[in-house]
């Protein structure tokens, strides 16, 4: 498997950093993780891309190597659209195409409705725009987003070693050990009496608003990129396929496809999520 080089990209606000798989020259493919996910991520299916793209694997503010925002600033789906934009202009990123898993999924759909212009092809995997909200929630998660709070939340957890946090990893997520190292290894910083996680406590904040269901379809609708997303089998709790159905239907140019498999495909199948790369682009 190939090694991926490091990449610091500097934007006015903070820096981020980016895992590179393949030659300068190639066409270009940014890749978006998914929530307290980074760039190791794409681990498994970069190197199988990097002959045909410049892979660049973003680790999204707060995440994996990259900074975190500044004290008393919170994370929102509509600040990354930003940053991902700001990276773009920073690589000099006329066009390229966009691979996003889970919440990088719904951030790339809504950097392609924000600048059609710019997005080649858009390649989705277990996700289609931000979280919605029905309104049954609405009160409760203002308030709980709103609520008096320590400013760092809880202490850190400290593992012994790498192996104790995979261990970890694995058990909260689903995905075998072999399958979580990357994303771990990238995720945690050496430290007294261990290990912690490098991402910031504040990302597992809840979000005060969300968009109504009906402000979403209003911006699939201004995607113009050719659009492939990628949905596990069985279907993902989170992710019920009317509400998926009913979102594609708002993209003009959109395939679906199903693979079996858990949420993370692009670790547990990154030959058949390659596979599936080519036959859409």
């Not at 993780?33 to 681990?43: E, I, K, M, T, V």
């Amino acid at each position: 498997m190939s090694a991926a080089a490091e990449q610091r990209i500097a934007l006015p606000h903070l820096a981020l950093h980016a895992q590179v798989w393949g030659h300068a020259t190639l066409p270009s493919l940014v890749a978006l993780h998914g929530w307290l996910d980074n760039a190791g991520s794409f681990a498994r299916l970069a190197p199988l891309l990097a002959a045909r793209y410049r892979v660049i694997a973003l680790d999204l503010p707060g995440h994996g190597h990259s900074g975190h925002l500044a004290a008393g600033a919170s994370y929102h789906y509509v600040d990354y659209v930003q940053a991902v934009l700001a990276a773009a202009d920073a690589l000099q990123l006329d066009r390229y195409t966009l691979l996003g898993h889970s919440l990088g999924a719904g951030i790339a759909a809504l950097v392609a409705a924000a600048s059609p212009e710019r997005i080649e092809r858009l390649l989705l995997i277990e996700g289609l725009g931000p979280l919605g909200d029905d309104g049954s929630h609405t009160l409760q998660r203002f308030r709980d987003a709103l609520a008096p709070r320590g400013d760092n939340g809880k202490p850190l957890r400290i593992f012994r070693d790498v192996a104790q946090a995979v261990a970890a990893r694995s058990m909260a997520s689903g995905l075998p050990a072999e399958l979580a190292r990357p994303i771990v290894e990238r995720g945690l910083v050496e430290t007294d009496g261990g290990w912690r996680w490098r991402s910031d406590p504040r990302l597992t904040r809840p979000s005060a608003v969300r968009l109504a269901e009906t402000q979403v379809h209003a911006l699939l609708r201004g995607i113009a990129a050719p659009t492939a997303l990628l949905l596990a089998q069985p279907t993902t709790s989170y992710l019920p396929g009317a509400l998926m159905q009913a979102r594609a239907a708002c993209v003009a140019n959109i395939t679906v496809s199903h693979l079996d498999g858990g949420h993370h495909l692009q670790l547990e199948h990154p030959a058949d999520v390659a596979a599936w790369i080519d036959a859409a682009t």
